[in-house]
């Protein structure tokens, strides 16, 4: 590679490595922020080694290709078999949180929705928007932070928020996509791909198994134990690298002008409307709060470019929303950190 090369391939990374060193800065200066970046430079760190990885050598998307399926299929799963499997059942049956959380992702995505519909007249393009507000970076992103911010009683949350959040979200985008469409195809048959889609997802069956075994109070043999304890443990740093190589292989070309507002809804709007439902409904403990504002605080999902590519449509646009949206999430959930550890948020927003 050429010097020219490279430098070009390495100026976008320059701001990341030295936000990433003014941080370190901060946590020395005051002590007060020193416990939330601790916990927070180690997880946005590997996704920024990732990020300047993925510019620095060009290998193209094909060379993520196992190492997602090593992600997606092996390591999370395991890591979320391992943790939820041990979790009594009663927990794993609390309908009341799901409903609030999914409720929160369904308002989310439906006001996107309703821009985006104002703004473009098009159905398939605001329904790419709605998955950028409502659509966290869950998987990834989520069971790395929860587990190393909140400890394991946040397994069980995570993984509802997981399980519902796609089941609602894989079949409410094929569904309004097929309605700004004219291909023929029924909304029933649209609607029964889409779900068995959403069960399908190795996350979600893990998820199902372990909640099996969890009833049963089962436990697989202590070699395939010991197999699903070295897979879990390498689950996140993997997610977390993956994900900063694919955002430095998919440049910012466009920012649509509804990006800050589409922005705003995700990272700010998402976690303060949960928080408020959590908060009406009452009765739940701090763990399983903050998982839920935790987990709504993410950005995008990558999932979100691949369905828009998958529909071809809102691609670059989806794209750059990822991109900022990872980047600003450092920030803001960085803050949202330190606002749990310290104590700054009440349990309930509403009681004092």
Known sequence: MRSSDLKSRLAPVLPLIAGFFGLMAVGHAFPAFAGVIDLALPFFGLIGLGFICGRMFDFGEEGLAWVNVYIVYAALPSLMFTLVSKTPVAELLNLRFVACTVGATITAFSIAFLVGMKATRNAQEAAIQGLVCGYANIGYMGPGLTLAALGAGS?????????????????????LMAAGRQDGESVARTIGRALVRAFTNPFNLSVFVAVVAAYFSWQPPAPIARMTVLLSGSAAPAALFALGVTVALRPMRRVAPELPVLLAIKLIGHPLVVYLYLSLVGG???VWTFTAVLMASLPPALNVFVMASQYRTYVERASSAILVGTLLSVVTVTGLLW?????ALPVNLLVR
């Open 155 to 175: 397994a069980a949350p995570t993984a509802l928020i997981f399980v519902a959040d796609t089941i609602f979200l894989f079949s409410a985008v094929p569904l």
């Open 284 to 286: 739940f403990d701090r």
């Open 339 to 343: 606002l749990i550890t310290t104590g």
